[in-house]
């Protein structure tokens, strides 16, 4: 069994959050360097398969596709349809690309509404209704103090004074959706929208049909933590997926086969620096706008990505006790990690969650 690290490996000295994908006997190719794919015997079954993996730098991470089809060709289309999902989507909601369409809306706050694509509409609505549901644990409006603490680059914390005046700007209920023109009003001035926390399971959600539009049986679209595996891969089997041990880097803490769901990890090891001896990391407490301290990881199992991804980052917030009571009443799954390391695995779980022998 081989593992493929699926975070991206350019970042340097900050530990990503590598959820490893353990990829048995497919006929992957290299991130890029394709090897000619060959067939694979689908179990069950006469048909030939071609499986062909690819990787891309999008998004600001690595992004990895794997598609399962009938033929090269149509593997090939399905990657490559994927791909220009992810890159178009980037297109329209990063915040570090001053033409896309949230670029638009945080300059517009406290001015105007902004007409938006259906894609940005439905992202900002889903983001919305996560707020509600985590209790505003998850909030993207936390736009303002992620530039303060901006943990990459900045590794210093923020001011106290700082972190005041940014918190006056955070709070999803003050983002106005209207959905019969399809326009987005951020009410106050300053406000600033990131949808870091979810957009990349929105884009790997959106990735997987893509790929399933272009004719692929089965795939995997994995964009850092966030992971979305269709169908079956060439051996008939589901896409064993490995989580991030957050205190050990490259090591797995557990695997969990999935498919036709979304695996999706938010881990305090991802971006973070130290200072004073003090960790302090990427994923902020709307109601102080410091790193959320009750975890260490968390992995949400959801029927969608874009849940997946959302809910991983606001439970996270909410910490092991109230955040797993959430995932139970909405019948999903998690793995959480506190923050002494203790591990819990919620209910419908228990059964698919297998500890790595580390
Ligand atoms: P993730 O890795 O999915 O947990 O997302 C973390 C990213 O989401 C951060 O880098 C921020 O851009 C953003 N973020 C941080 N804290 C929150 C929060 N409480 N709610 C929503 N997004 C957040
Ligand atoms: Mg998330």
Redesign the pocket.
């Known amino acids: 069994m081989r593992y493929f690290s699926i975070r991206s490996l350019f970042t340097g000295a900050m530990f990503s959050?590598w959820l490893l994908v353990a990829c048995s006997t497919d006929p992957v190719s290299a991130p890029e360097a394709q090897a000619p794919p060959r067939a694979g015997a689908q179990v069950g079954s006469s048909e030939q398969t071609v499986t062909l993996k690819r990787a891309q730098y999008l998004m600001g991470t690595i992004a990895e596709i794997t598609a399962v089809a009938a033929h090269e060709a149509m593997a090939q289309e399905a990657v490559t349809a994927g791909f220009l999902e992810i890159r178009r989507l980037e297109q329209l909601l990063s915040t570090w690309i001053e033409t896309s369409e949230l670029s638009q809306v945080n300059r517009a706050a406290g001015r105007e509404r902004v007409p938006v694509s259906p894609e940005t509409f439905e992202l900002l609505t889903r983001?919305v209704e996560?707020?509600e549901l985590?209790g505003g644990?998850?909030?993207?409006t936390?736009?303002p103090?992620?530039r303060l603490w901006k943990?990459t680059e900045g590794q210093r914390a923020p001011s106290a004074m700082e972190l005041a005046i940014a918190a006056q700007y955070v709070d999803y209920r003050l983002i106005q959706l209207d959905s019969k023109n399809r326009t987005v009003f951020l009410s106050k001035p300053g406000m600033q929208i990131?949808?870091?926390?979810?957009g990349?399971?929105y884009a790997a959600e959106r990735a997987a049909a893509a790929m399933q539009g272009a004719g692929a049986g089965g795939g995997l679209v994995a964009i850092?933590?966030?992971f979305r595996p269709f169908g079956r891969r060439a051996d008939g089997t589901a896409w064993p997926v490995g989580l991030q041990h957050p205190r050990k880097r490259d090591a797995v803490l557990a695997t969990l086969d999935a498919s036709d769901e979304a695996v999706?990890?938010?881990?305090d090891y991802?971006?973070f620096f130290f200072q004073n001896g003090v960790r302090y990391h990427?994923?902020?407490?709307?109601r102080t706008l410091m790193p959320?301290r009750l975890c260490q990881s968390?992995t949400i199992v959801a029927p969608d990505a874009t849940t997946a991804?959302?809910l991983?980052?606001?439970v996270?917030?909410m910490g092991p006790v109230p955040g797993l009571a959430l995932v139970e009443r909405l019948k999903l799954g998690a793995v959480v990690v506190d923050a002494k390391g203790r591990v819990t695995v919620s209910s419908r779980l228990r059964s698919r969650v297998h500890a790595a022998p580390n």
């Open positions: 959050l983001a996560m707020g985590t644990a998850f909030d993207i936390v736009g103090a992620v943990v990131d949808v870091g926390g979810i990349k399971g850092a933590g966030d999706s990890t938010s881990g991802e971006r990427h994923i902020l407490n709307p959320a968390v991804d959302a991983a980052t606001g996270f917030v």
